[in-house]
């Protein structure tokens, strides 16, 4: 309103000044190109004034039109660009809902949509990942190589990728790469140390454990564990290259720092053996004996003496055991040589222990070779090998990673190569052969119930095998044989 008036205002000004201009009485006479124009100052003033204002509103129209192309092509591109970043939106999503097809289908529209390859590669290449295409998931990968900004992300995919095929050296030479850009970043430095351990580059091993452990990838005890399988490997690979000096010096590293670690431990003893220093050898292995009471312990400190009768090497096997009795193991060991200096008792009284509620594989043949060298009592030995064959199992050498059973320890898998996955434990019992510690799957009544200690305490030892009756009851127990 107030505008309208305001235009109304200066219409009329302009409006009088043009009827005031045209009565004005001078005259004014123009050649122009030829033409005489006679005419009077106020007509000549108002025509200059309207050839200004036409001039001026041409100009501006025109410039309106010419920059009109630039202005439309703005606006599409911006619309192309939101529809691009819907687009890769999308695409996430559905990668982080797992869904190829859909991601698929957006990460294409990105790309056509989008000309910025280091958003839409990555989304192509997990895209393609999801869908099971690992050709062209690596296709995308080694594409983000070739740009400064997604090289280290290009990097990952393409371990990943070699990883996938299973060809090590290439996944190991992207992790050097990888390292080289940015050397503190944790999944870097845990594929250096994995990668290095699977190739078994002893050296390029423990330099990238302590790198992990400086930059806090790796937990501090593992890592020492790391090094100590890895200072083992070097040992035992002195020892076989006749290096004795170096092999003991390394071994007793390794065994300090992973005292739990029994091979380790065997090393040191051998070695230490070997070289005479049997005493030195003993007290390694009584004080190695808590962290991990293991048979190849018992049967290296017995093997210190061997001259020493079977009754002596009794009070010398429970000074061993002395840092943790109760352990099964440690009666297990004083048990077999109990048996050995034929105190049937002593060695039934451990093996008891040993049991506890269920009788294990190696407890049962204990039993049997008690049975039979006590009272050469053949049926009830049989008896005990039969519950053997159901018992749970013994621990024994296990890989972590594949389950596989192994006869002696290594630092890889023999079955699936894996670094530092063989431990001391029960096997897991699957399948037909699996032994249920109830002995489950075969009727009770089939089973002899075997005792290890006489049911009542008069001495009598009364070991009981039931479903054959008429059993002869065996003599006293606790006596030499
Ligand atoms: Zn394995």
Request: hydrophobic share 45%; proline share 7%; charged share 25%.
């Amino acid at each position: 309103m107030v505008r309208s008036l305001i235009f109304i205002a200066k219409l009329a000004v302009v409006v009088a000044a043009a009827v005031w201009l045209a009565y004005q009485p001078s005259r004014v006479s123009i050649e122009i190109f030829g033409y005489q124009i006679d005419t009077t100052v106020g007509i000549l003033i108002l025509a200059v004034f309207l050839i200004t204002l036409a001039a001026v509103l041409i100009h501006r129209y025109w410039r309106l039109l010419a920059g009109a192309p630039g202005s439309i092509g703005r606006v599409l591109r911006e619309n192309r660009r939101r529809r691009g970043y819907k687009a890769l939106t999308q695409g996430m999503v559905a990668v982080a809902a797992g869904d190829p097809d859909e991601a698929r289908r957006w990460a294409r529209k990105a790309e056509v949509l989008m000309d910025e390859p280091p958003l839409t590669l990555l989304l192509s290449a997990q895209a393609a990942q999801l869908a099971g295409d690992d050709q062209a998931a690596r296709r995308y990968f080694e594409a983000m190589l070739e740009r400064e900004e997604t090289r280290f992300m290009g990097l990952r995919g393409c371990l990943m990728q070699a990883l996938r095929r299973g060809d090590t050296d290439a996944a190991l030479d992207y992790a050097q790469q990888a390292h080289d850009l940015r050397p503190k970043t944790p999944w870097v430095l845990t594929a250096m140390v994995e990668l290095s351990e699977q190739t078994g580059d002893l050296t390029a091993a423990e330099l990238a454990v302590r790198q992990a452990v400086r930059h806090k990838a790796l937990p501090p005890p593992e890592g020492e564990r790391k090094r100590a399988v890895i200072t083992l490997e070097r040992a035992s690979a002195a020892r076989a290259a006749g290096d004795a000096e170096q092999a003991l010096k390394l071994a007793r590293e390794a065994h300090k720092l992973a005292p739990g670690l029994v091979p380790a431990t065997v090393l040191l003893a051998e070695l230490l053996t070997a070289d005479g220093r049997r005493g030195k050898a003993g007290r390694v292995l009584q004080r190695a004996w808590p962290d991990q009471p293991h048979p190849d312990l018992a049967r290296l400190y017995k093997g210190l003496d061997p001259e020493t009768g079977a009754l002596a090497q009794v009070g010398r096997m429970a000074e061993l055991v002395a840092g943790a009795p109760d352990h099964p193991e440690s009666q297990l060991t004083r048990a077999e040589t109990a048996l050995d200096a034929q105190l049937w008792g002593e060695a039934r009284r451990h093996l008891a222990k040993a049991a506890g509620k269920t009788p294990g594989e190696r407890v049962c043949r204990l039993m049997a070779r008690l049975e039979e060298s006590e009272h050469g009592d053949g049926a009830k030995a049989r008896a005990w090998l039969l519950r053997a064959g159901r018992a749970p199992r013994d621990p024994a050498w296990v890989c972590g990673s594949c389950g596989a059973l192994a006869g002696r320890w290594s630092a890889h898998c023999g079955a699936c190569k894996t670094f530092d996955s063989v431990t001391w434990r029960p096997p897991v019992q699957v399948g037909p052969e699996a032994r249920p510690a109830d002995g489950a799957g075969r009727p009770e009544a089939e089973l002899p119930a075997l005792e290890i200690l006489p049911r009542n305490g008069n001495g009598g030892g009364r070991a009981l095998a039931q479903g054959r009756p008429g059993a002869p009851p065996p003599a006293a127990t606790g006596q030499r044989g």
